[in-house]
Nanobody
Framework: QVQLVESGGGLVQAGGSLRLSCAAS????????MGWYRQAPGKQRELVAK??????????NYADSVKGRFTISRDIAKNTVYLQMNSLKPEDTAVYYC???????????????WGQGTQVTVSS
């Protein structure tokens, strides 16, 4: 059983900052990558940022809309990723979901896991 537990969402004024955390727990053999998606009302879920975990030196990938404002980082020992969000804009308002590609003890290979989501609201 693998779980992703998110924290750190909330309400912030435009220009402010928030930090999201996502910790993976359970019978984990390996983690390929972890990252964040977001979904605003009436819109499709979109990738925000992701980072490789155990391998590939922590390579990162960002959506163009957040480059230069958001930073994703990892703590390999804790199986945790962080999303530091600065210079937040009202259009960043969404539910943010943690996503991870994990090989668990029981599973036959890497599988996709999702967190429950955390609300980020940016007021103008």
């Amino acid at each position: 059983q693998v779980q992703l537990v998110e924290s750190g969402g909330g309400l912030v004024q435009a220009g402010g900052s928030l930090r999201l955390s996502c910790a993976a727990s359970g019978s984990i053999l390996s983690i390929n990558y972890m990252g964040w998606y977001r979904q605003a009302p009436g819109k499709q879920r979109e990738l925000v940022a992701k980072i490789t975990i155990y391998y590939s030196g922590g390579n990162t990938n960002y959506a163009d809309s957040v480059k230069g404002r958001f930073t994703i980082s990892r703590d390999i020992a804790k199986n945790t990723v962080y999303l530091q969000m600065n210079s937040l804009k009202p259009e960043d308002t969404a539910v943010y979901y943690c996503n991870a590609d994990i090989m668990a003890v029981i599973a036959g290979g890497y599988r996709d896991y999702w967190g429950q989501g955390t609300q980020v609201t940016v007021s103008s």
